[in-house]
């Protein structure tokens, strides 16, 4: 067999458009807004974009088209992770740019922004492009973690661009790539190359979004994915009614993941990372916080229940990272020998005992076992805690079990553990993300033809049908501040974190206590991409609150 | 919020029955086969079965409802862990017997069969049993394991009963629950209680099957859910072209949802613990066998892939059972408290090396340390080692590891490990599952209402359209042979492990090869309940494969 029956099935889904992009090329006007200023350290930011600082956010509209006819050269690239509808953002570019004119071209750079460096690339045709439609994952043409930055690279990227006739290059990734895609419109456009860039909003983490980025593309297949599992979880825990089930979802830098997953899902606890961050959350009270719920419950007869944890939550814990820190330093450069040369756990404890500051001493005598010998003992090339490797979902499970020995607890606690990250990245589009991305892509060669460069492809007005949606298109350098990275300031997108004041959260605030005490698990199930449009259309939980009325 | 989209809209899905039972409970007649015999060991059986063996095998057809007028008091319970659909079977059921005369009563005993013993139970009604329709999960009356096979329990059950007027129990279960109900079946008729007992055959382990029963409910639907995540995983690995993937599914005691999922999902590797038994592989054959396909993809340029691993292959290696026998024979009784004394591993290696046979010994030897120390330090309150705690996906990938290094592998290999279980038991069923667990239940009313006792709810030519299923019952007694089950001889349900020249495996075997070396991945995508019927109405490849003419 070479296909699935739903593949077969998706190959004839028509994704839907913004309204104002259904009337065909000709008819797609433009209107040009105010001039634009980034969110913060204008002049700085100014001064690094001389060539494509400060231009004018663009909406498109049922119109006369006035674009200069041109042939177009396009070349497309996918960066970072998967995220569901890669695809179809590949797909919208390629028909918007045959429905210009026949005549134009798209590449396909292979593996990553790599790809352009290396003059390594597919030409899309019909034939080809048809086989990934409505599909997931970026098998397309490969992604690749490759940071296009240096101006040695810039170089040879305008030798490549040059050598095929390219005429734009569409960048398809998160802030990091976005940021980078700035960096060489700019470039592009100083030395006067003639070739133009555009970016595209990709991400499940969901923290490239902003006042113009509504949301980020795949986000919504992937919570929606992990709910479904989630909620299976749930309703086999009501059903069982004797484990704790114990969640990571993936998310290291914001908790966008585990706050729609618990939207959707009404799980007991869900923990969010900038939460514990901003109330400077211990370790301890994270785990009394949990246990208080373990508890209410079995006192209900209820011994089980369900917790969401976002992959980086412990980065976020003041605590703990000052125990990092504190461990990187006691075993840097020499100091790791000392240390190594001891033969017994024992030893290795009384160095890290004498090491340590007190407070750290605290933190880490809580520990687990397994994750105390972890920090220690798995450490990166250069001597460093892998924070990453750290199972969180375990850890807390384990602390929680520590809590209720100590209040003298006779329930039951039996944990398990999940961690779902890999599931949800290359499912196949739901119709939110197979008509969105679609609809970025055939707007991102409508940018192109209109001849902008530095911009972002925008759709918005989400939440509501895509017959309502707004296509048009912002400058990157517009999201932009100033951030020190790697011990220099760097302009870049802002990283959208987890609004504490934001309504998404408020709502989740406004119920967790019920939900940690009671049931009120919700059942989403599988994504579904046939049927009532309540179930097939409907986005995330977290834009309907965002744009509520 | 309350209930998902999805639920809601799953509450108005009108489940197929067969089209024998569309006309009418008045025009649903019977057609008495041939007296049955058991499929082995007749005469034990029937000694053990003197009321109930032999019976005959019985069809509906559309005729005249022969059965004699009566009110029925039915109870239902659900055995053992969750399958998807076990909703749907209450549902029929309770349909059924209002449809048979609207005085008919259900009842629900709570907490699987420890419900009858307790007399603890609700009775159902329309709006009740409405919020649980085609939905997943057992938390409409909560599941138990009690195992109902004592005469005191009988007793009580009788009692029970009788206090009810209770003319039927309908058992929800796997093999050993019905082997029970077979055992129930014969007690009360024995005593003349007048209750009769009808099964119904779940799990999704798909281990209760045989030349009657098609296949268990819950089967389709948790390996439909297991295969769209592992898709998702392989459309995952093929993107990002850098990790093998070991995953990891239920089945302890047989492979049919891991031979099913590879049907599904055609990974490069999937390991069938009955061909492990038979060939009687060591853990070596079976680590160079991963390690074959690893190499020969990464000479292809490919560091990624994906192997599926049953939760019980370890188990089906002979000489790591060889191993365990020996470890439990090793620590028994007072000898562990030798052991335990012992300060250091290194101590206790020692002692182990000095106890085990060598043979044992080469095989502990290749283990991975945290496996070693596992078999050795987690032992179950019996002093036994725990073989179900240990992670096989972990165990080897850690083995294929060794054997690449060994090899003087120069790719890369980094491998992740997934377990999927939990995700699928609470699935809302499949439209199959919904479809054929409703007509489980309806069909068991039917055979209740025409007196029939120790039979199995039966519901064939399951790879057709509903339409064309035929609906009967079958003696359970006919299923049955006798097993020495911890040093006695009993009678039970023979357990269907994988057949290695049945045409699932013969399908799989055919293909392996390819698979291993070449990407052939199918990405089935999640559960479609609406849409076009080869999406949303196809049962699982090993049914379609069986039934192919």
Redesign the interface.
């Known amino acids: 067999?070479k296909?699935?029956?739903?593949?077969?099935?998706?190959y004839e889904y028509q994704p839907k458009l913004p309204g104002m992009l259904r009337h065909g090329i000709a008819e797609i006007g433009v209107k040009e807004g105010e001039a634009t200023q980034s969110v913060a350290d204008q002049a700085k930011i100014k001064a690094l974009f001389p060539n494509t600082y400060g231009k004018k956010e663009i909406t498109f509209e049922k119109g006369t088209n006035t674009s200069v006819a041109k042939k177009q050269v396009v070349g497309v690239i996918l960066s970072g992770?998967?995220a569901p509808g890669g695809h179809n953002v590949v797909c919208g570019l390629y028909d918007a740019l045959k429905a210009i004119n026949p005549e134009n071209v798209l590449y396909g750079f292979k593996?990553g922004p790599s790809g352009l460096i290396d003059d390594d690339y597919v030409v899309f045709d019909d034939e080809f492009i048809n086989q990934y439609r409505n599909?997931?994952?970026?098998?397309i043409i490969?992604?690749g973690r490759t940071k296009l930055e240096t101006e040695a690279q810039f170089e040879v990227a305008t030798k490549v661009c040059q050598k095929h006739g390219i005429t734009a290059i569409v960048i398809i990734g998160g802030d990091d790539s976005n940021t980078n895609a700035a960096v060489l419109a700019e470039y592009f456009a100083a030395h006067k190359t003639g070739v133009q860039v555009i970016g595209c909003p990709k991400t499940i983490d969901g923290d490239l979004k902003n006042d113009d980025i509504e949301c980020s593309f795949g986000f919504d297949t992937a919570t929606k994915?992990y709910s479904?599992?989630i909620?299976?979880?749930e309703?086999?825990a009501?059903?069982?009614?004797k484990?704790w089930?114990f969640v990571k979802v993936m998310g290291r830098s914001a908790s966008h993941v585990a706050l729609e997953c618990a939207l959707?899902t009404?799980p007991n606890i869900c923990l969010i990372s900038e939460e514990v961050a901003a109330k400077k959350m211990s370790l301890s009270q994270i785990a009394d916080y949990i246990a208080d719920s373990v508890e209410a419950r079995a006192n209900n007869g209820m011994n089980f229940g369900v917790a969401i944890i976002p992959e980086g939550v412990v980065e976020f814990v003041p605590e703990f990272s000052v125990l990092i820190a504190e461990i990187n330093e006691l075993l840097a450069g020499a100091k790791a020998e000392a240390f190594n040369a001891l033969a017994?756990w024992k030893e290795k404890y009384a160095f890290i005992e004498k090491g340590l500051t007190s407070e750290s001493m605290n933190v880490f005598k809580i520990l687990p076992e397994g994750i105390q010998k972890q920090l220690f003992l798995e450490r990166d090339p250069h001597g460093n805690v892998q924070v990453s490797l750290i199972e969180s979902e375990k850890l807390f499970s384990e602390l929680v079990k520590n809590k209720l020995v100590e209040r003298g607890f006779k329930g039951r606690f039996n944990p398990?553990h999940?961690f779902f990250g890999?599931?949800?990245?290359?499912?196949?589009p739901s119709n939110f993300d197979s008509d969105y991305c679609y609809s970025l892509g055939y707007n991102a060669a409508m940018l192109i033809q209109y001849g902008y460069t530095g911009y972002l492809s925008k759709i918005s007005n989400l939440s509501k049908p895509a017959s309502e949606w707004v296509a048009g298109g912002m400058p990157i350098t517009k999201m932009m501040n100033i951030e020190r990275r790697h011990g220099e300031d760097k302009p870049v997108i802002r990283k959208a974190l987890v609004e504490l004041d934001g309504k998404p959260f408020k709502y989740f605030e406004a119920h967790r206590e019920e939900w940690a005490k009671e049931t009120y698990f919700?059942?989403?199930?599988?994504?579904?991409?046939?049927?009532?449009a309540?179930?097939?259309d409907?986005t995330t939980k977290t834009l309907a609150l965002e744009q509520e009325k």
Chains 1, 2 share one sequence.
């Open positions: 067999m296909i699935s029956a739903l593949q077969k099935a998706r992770g998967q593996n599909t997931g994952g970026f098998d490969g992604s994915t479904e599992v909620g299976n979880i309703r086999d009501n059903s069982a009614k484990y089930h959707q009404q017994t398990l999940h890999y599931e949800g990245r290359c499912a196949f919700l059942y989403p199930g599988a994504i579904q991409y046939y049927g009532p309540e179930v097939c409907a």
